[in-house]
């Protein structure tokens, strides 16, 4: 079973993090931040990843170090589970509908982080988290997980839909990618010799 264990602690957070690549989709997410519980939850279930997250931050300020930190601590247990990739499909992609939305992920777990973000969220606020905060755990789980990520919504018009729909599609693309290649188990998916 590919499992890890993580703590992570700051001046701004102190963060607890248990993930199995190999699981069901069970999830135990508190981080004091509501919606962003909820999204972590549809993370786990549509990755398949178990994940349990316990995350005590500065809420008094605001949720930004929070979800960001979040997104740190997770993206370290997911690099440290992969390890050199080898066995791994690499690659993953969704097209996420959701009522009125449609949003798309493309991942690559490539060991070379970056961030493509086309995403308009009407709304500032869903819940007691802000909207722009989406992007910054994704920027952090793909910076401390190795992750070339494509994230865009494509249309909609309702915040929830949209947010929800591209935490959906890429749980169904890293679900995609880090799944074990069934005609190429042992082999490191480069042709470099290295990710």
């Known amino acids: 079973m590919r499992q890890a264990s993580l703590e992570r ?10 993930i199995n690549l190999d699981g069901t989709g ?17 993370l786990s279930r549509h990755s398949l990843i178990d994940m349990k997250v316990r995350t005590e931050g500065d809420l008094h300020i605001d949720a930004h170090h929070t979800v960001e930190d979040t997104g740190i601590a997770l993206g370290q247990a997911i690099s440290q589970v992969l ?3 080898r066995g791994i499909n690499r690659y993953g992609h969704c097209y996420l509908p959701m009522d009125e939305t449609l949003s798309r992920a493309a991942l690559d777990l490539s060991n070379r982080p970056f961030l493509v973000w086309k995403v308009n ?4 606020m869903l819940g007691d988290m802000d ?14 997980a ?4 494509h994230i865009e919504n494509l249309y909609g018009t309702n915040s929830h839909h949209i947010v929800e729909s591209i935490f959906k599609a890429v749980a169904r ?3 995609m990618a880090i799944e074990t290649d069934a005609r ?8 470099k010799g290295a990710l």
């Open 9 to 18: 602690q700051t001046n701004e957070t102190s963060i607890s993090v248990e």
């Open 26 to 42: 069970r999830y135990d997410n508190e981080t004091g931040v509501g919606f962003f519980d909820h999204m972590l939850d549809q």
């Open 83 to 85: 390890g050199d990739k």
């Open 121 to 124: 969220i009407p709304s500032p």
């Open 131 to 144: 909207t722009e905060l989406a992007q910054e755990f994704f920027q952090a789980l793909a910076q401390n």
């Open 146 to 149: 190795g992750i070339t990520l």
């Open 173 to 175: 693309a890293l679900r």
């Open 184 to 191: 190429s188990s042992s082999a490191l998916p480069s042709t």
